[in-house]
Protein backbone atom coordinates (compact mmCIF):
# COMPACT_ATOMS: atom_id res chain seq x y z
CA UNK A 1 0.00 0.00 0.00
CA UNK A 2 1.28 3.28 -0.96
CA UNK A 3 -0.41 6.36 0.63
CA UNK A 4 0.17 10.15 0.40
CA UNK A 5 -1.16 11.80 3.89
CA UNK A 6 -2.00 15.32 2.90
CA UNK A 7 -3.10 18.18 5.06
CA UNK A 8 -1.98 22.13 6.84
CA UNK A 9 0.26 21.44 9.07
CA UNK A 10 -0.98 20.46 12.54
CA UNK A 11 -3.32 18.34 11.01
CA UNK A 12 -2.40 15.30 12.50
CA UNK A 13 -0.14 13.91 9.17
CA UNK A 14 2.73 12.76 11.39
CA UNK A 15 0.99 11.80 14.12
CA UNK A 16 -1.35 9.48 12.07
CA UNK A 17 1.29 8.22 10.11
CA UNK A 18 3.45 7.06 12.80
CA UNK A 19 0.04 5.03 13.69
CA UNK A 20 -0.24 3.48 10.72
CA UNK A 21 3.49 2.64 10.69
CA UNK A 22 2.41 0.14 13.47
CA UNK A 23 -1.07 -0.98 11.92
CA UNK A 24 0.43 -1.41 8.54
CA UNK A 25 4.04 -2.63 8.92
CA UNK A 26 4.90 -0.33 5.99
CA UNK A 27 7.72 3.27 6.61
CA UNK A 28 6.63 6.72 7.50
CA UNK A 29 8.81 8.88 4.91
CA UNK A 30 8.71 12.40 6.24
CA UNK A 31 10.93 15.06 4.16
CA UNK A 32 10.48 16.95 7.44
CA UNK A 33 11.94 14.62 9.68
CA UNK A 34 14.79 13.89 6.45
CA UNK A 35 15.45 17.83 6.26
CA UNK A 36 15.65 17.63 9.97
CA UNK A 37 18.03 14.81 10.02
CA UNK A 38 20.56 16.89 7.25
CA UNK A 39 19.96 20.15 9.42
CA UNK A 40 21.43 18.57 12.69
CA UNK A 41 24.39 16.81 10.86
CA UNK A 42 25.15 20.12 9.24
CA UNK A 43 25.39 18.56 5.48
CA UNK A 44 25.27 20.72 2.42
CA UNK A 45 21.34 20.02 2.08
CA UNK A 46 21.13 20.44 5.74
CA UNK A 47 22.39 23.98 5.31
CA UNK A 48 19.79 24.92 2.40
CA UNK A 49 17.30 23.47 4.02
CA UNK A 50 17.39 25.19 7.28
CA UNK A 51 17.10 28.55 5.47
CA UNK A 52 14.04 27.40 4.11
CA UNK A 53 12.31 26.04 7.23
CA UNK A 54 13.15 29.35 9.03
CA UNK A 55 11.75 31.06 6.84
CA UNK A 56 8.44 28.88 6.56
CA UNK A 57 8.87 28.09 2.75
CA UNK A 58 9.56 25.06 0.96
CA UNK A 59 12.59 23.79 -0.18
CA UNK A 60 13.96 23.57 -3.56
CA UNK A 61 12.10 20.43 -5.42
CA UNK A 62 14.87 18.85 -7.11
CA UNK A 63 16.81 18.40 -3.76
CA UNK A 64 13.91 17.02 -1.55
CA UNK A 65 12.90 15.20 -4.38
CA UNK A 66 16.92 13.07 -4.68
CA UNK A 67 15.87 12.53 -1.23
CA UNK A 68 12.51 10.76 -1.28
CA UNK A 69 13.94 8.99 -4.76
CA UNK A 70 17.15 7.46 -2.26
CA UNK A 71 14.55 7.07 0.84
CA UNK A 72 12.02 4.85 -1.29
CA UNK A 73 14.91 3.10 -2.85
CA UNK A 74 15.54 1.41 0.34
CA UNK A 75 14.45 -2.16 0.32
CA UNK A 76 11.59 -1.79 3.17
CA UNK A 77 9.87 0.39 0.99
CA UNK A 78 8.83 -2.50 -1.15
CA UNK A 79 5.87 -3.34 0.20
CA UNK A 80 4.45 0.11 0.35
CA UNK A 81 5.45 3.54 2.38
CA UNK A 82 3.34 6.44 3.40
CA UNK A 83 4.78 10.10 2.30
CA UNK A 84 4.20 12.69 4.91
CA UNK A 85 5.12 16.27 3.90
CA UNK A 86 5.90 15.20 -0.14
CA UNK A 87 4.42 15.94 -2.32
CA UNK A 88 3.99 19.88 -1.41
CA UNK A 89 3.15 21.66 -4.49
CA UNK A 90 1.97 20.73 -8.33
CA UNK A 91 5.29 19.95 -9.66
CA UNK A 92 6.32 17.68 -6.16
CA UNK A 93 3.22 15.99 -7.22
CA UNK A 94 3.87 15.24 -11.29
CA UNK A 95 7.59 13.92 -10.53
CA UNK A 96 5.98 11.56 -8.01
CA UNK A 97 4.19 10.57 -10.77
CA UNK A 98 7.24 8.95 -12.12
CA UNK A 99 8.25 7.40 -9.01
CA UNK A 100 5.72 4.99 -8.61
CA UNK A 101 1.70 5.30 -8.23
CA UNK A 102 -0.24 5.49 -5.05
CA UNK A 103 -3.19 4.10 -4.17
CA UNK A 104 -4.89 6.76 -1.89
CA UNK A 105 -4.31 10.04 -0.69
CA UNK A 106 -5.51 10.72 2.91
CA UNK A 107 -6.64 14.27 3.39
CA UNK A 108 -6.99 15.57 6.33
CA UNK A 109 -9.52 18.23 7.05
CA UNK A 110 -9.43 20.89 9.33
CA UNK A 111 -10.15 24.40 9.89
CA UNK A 112 -7.53 26.82 9.99
CA UNK A 113 -8.31 28.65 13.12
CA UNK A 114 -7.36 25.39 15.19
CA UNK A 115 -3.67 24.80 13.43
CA UNK A 116 -1.74 27.58 15.52
CA UNK A 117 -2.95 26.45 18.55
CA UNK A 118 -1.72 22.79 17.72
CA UNK A 119 1.37 23.45 15.72
CA UNK A 120 2.51 26.15 18.72
CA UNK A 121 2.20 23.42 21.49
CA UNK A 122 3.58 20.40 19.96
CA UNK A 123 6.60 19.01 21.17
CA UNK A 124 8.85 16.28 19.49
CA UNK A 125 11.11 13.64 20.37
CA UNK A 126 14.75 14.52 19.40
CA UNK A 127 15.79 11.07 19.47
CA UNK A 128 12.69 8.76 17.39
CA UNK A 129 10.63 11.86 16.50
CA UNK A 130 7.69 10.86 18.07
CA UNK A 131 4.67 14.03 18.00
CA UNK A 132 3.29 14.88 21.13
CA UNK A 133 0.93 18.05 22.02
CA UNK A 134 1.40 19.66 25.61
CA UNK A 135 -2.85 19.48 25.40
CA UNK A 136 -4.17 17.12 23.18
CA UNK A 137 -1.39 14.41 23.76
CA UNK A 138 0.69 15.24 26.67
CA UNK A 139 4.06 12.74 27.13
CA UNK A 140 3.47 10.59 30.08
CA UNK A 141 6.41 11.93 32.24
CA UNK A 142 7.33 15.53 31.20
CA UNK A 143 9.34 16.21 28.76
CA UNK A 144 10.20 12.53 27.72
CA UNK A 145 9.20 10.59 24.91
CA UNK A 146 6.65 7.48 25.62
CA UNK A 147 8.02 5.51 23.22
CA UNK A 148 11.93 6.32 23.83
CA UNK A 149 12.03 7.85 27.10
CA UNK A 150 14.22 10.65 24.79
CA UNK A 151 14.40 14.78 25.24
CA UNK A 152 11.07 16.37 23.98
CA UNK A 153 11.90 19.99 21.94
CA UNK A 154 9.82 22.48 20.49
CA UNK A 155 10.77 22.67 17.27
CA UNK A 156 12.39 25.90 15.41
CA UNK A 157 10.03 26.45 12.87
CA UNK A 158 6.79 25.71 15.74
CA UNK A 159 6.76 29.77 16.84
CA UNK A 160 3.99 31.72 16.23
CA UNK A 161 5.37 34.12 13.57
CA UNK A 162 7.20 30.73 11.09
CA UNK A 163 3.49 29.30 12.07
CA UNK A 164 1.80 31.91 9.96
CA UNK A 165 3.93 31.79 6.78
CA UNK A 166 3.78 28.09 6.78
CA UNK A 167 0.01 27.80 6.51
CA UNK A 168 0.38 30.92 3.86
CA UNK A 169 2.67 28.50 2.23
CA UNK A 170 0.34 25.78 2.57
CA UNK A 171 -2.92 27.69 1.30
CA UNK A 172 -0.82 29.11 -2.03
CA UNK A 173 1.37 25.67 -2.73
CA UNK A 174 -0.31 22.96 -1.04
CA UNK A 175 -4.07 23.18 -0.84
CA UNK A 176 -4.22 22.77 -4.85
CA UNK A 177 -3.32 19.28 -4.50
CA UNK A 178 -6.82 19.00 -3.47
CA UNK A 179 -8.23 19.12 -6.41
CA UNK A 180 -5.61 17.46 -8.13
CA UNK A 181 -5.85 14.11 -6.51
CA UNK A 182 -9.74 14.97 -6.23
CA UNK A 183 -9.48 15.11 -10.39
CA UNK A 184 -7.66 11.69 -10.45
CA UNK A 185 -9.58 10.05 -8.03
CA UNK A 186 -7.63 9.45 -5.38
CA UNK A 187 -8.57 11.81 -2.45
CA UNK A 188 -10.43 10.66 0.57
CA UNK A 189 -11.43 13.49 2.96
CA UNK A 190 -10.67 12.65 6.49
CA UNK A 191 -12.63 14.73 9.50
CA UNK A 192 -9.62 15.55 11.36
CA UNK A 193 -11.30 17.67 14.38
CA UNK A 194 -12.79 14.53 17.01
CA UNK A 195 -9.48 13.67 18.19
CA UNK A 196 -6.52 11.42 17.10
CA UNK A 197 -8.26 8.17 17.52
CA UNK A 198 -11.30 8.74 16.04
CA UNK A 199 -9.45 10.40 13.10
CA UNK A 200 -7.44 7.02 13.27
CA UNK A 201 -10.19 4.80 12.59
CA UNK A 202 -11.88 6.88 9.91
CA UNK A 203 -8.51 6.44 7.88
CA UNK A 204 -8.40 2.65 8.77
CA UNK A 205 -11.98 2.35 7.27
CA UNK A 206 -10.69 4.04 3.94
CA UNK A 207 -7.51 1.70 3.77
CA UNK A 208 -9.33 -1.54 4.96
CA UNK A 209 -11.33 -1.31 1.38
CA UNK A 210 -7.97 -0.61 -0.62
P1 LIG B 1 4.67 20.52 8.78
O1 LIG B 1 3.91 19.57 7.89
O2 LIG B 1 4.20 20.46 10.18
O3 LIG B 1 4.78 21.91 8.24
P2 LIG B 1 7.23 19.23 8.11
O4 LIG B 1 8.08 18.65 9.18
O5 LIG B 1 6.57 18.32 7.15
O6 LIG B 1 6.18 20.10 8.91
O7 LIG B 1 8.08 20.30 7.28
C1 LIG B 1 8.85 21.29 7.86
C2 LIG B 1 9.52 22.17 6.80
O8 LIG B 1 10.39 21.36 5.96
C3 LIG B 1 8.59 22.85 5.80
O9 LIG B 1 8.06 24.05 6.30
C4 LIG B 1 9.51 23.04 4.58
O10 LIG B 1 10.37 24.14 4.76
C5 LIG B 1 10.36 21.79 4.59
N1 LIG B 1 9.75 20.71 3.77
C6 LIG B 1 9.20 19.55 4.21
N2 LIG B 1 8.72 18.81 3.20
C7 LIG B 1 8.97 19.52 2.06
C8 LIG B 1 8.71 19.31 0.68
N3 LIG B 1 8.09 18.23 0.23
N4 LIG B 1 9.12 20.27 -0.20
C9 LIG B 1 9.74 21.37 0.21
N5 LIG B 1 10.01 21.65 1.50
C10 LIG B 1 9.64 20.74 2.43
ZN1 LIG C 1 11.31 9.11 21.15
Redesign the pocket.
Known sequence: MKLIML?????G??TQAQFLVEKYGIPQI???????KAVAEGTELGKI?KS??D???????DL?LAL?KERIEKPDCKKGYIL??????LA?AEAMEKLGKVDVVINLVLPMSELVNR?TS?RTCRKCNAVFNLTARPPKVAGKCDSCGGELYQ?D??NEK?VSK?LD??TAQTAPLIEYYKKKKLLRDIDATHGMENTLASIVKVLDKI
Do not use: F, H
Request: hydrophobic share 25%; glycine share 16%; aromatic share 8%.
Open positions: GPPGAKGSTGDLLRAYMAGKLGPDIVDGYPRNQLRRDDTRTY
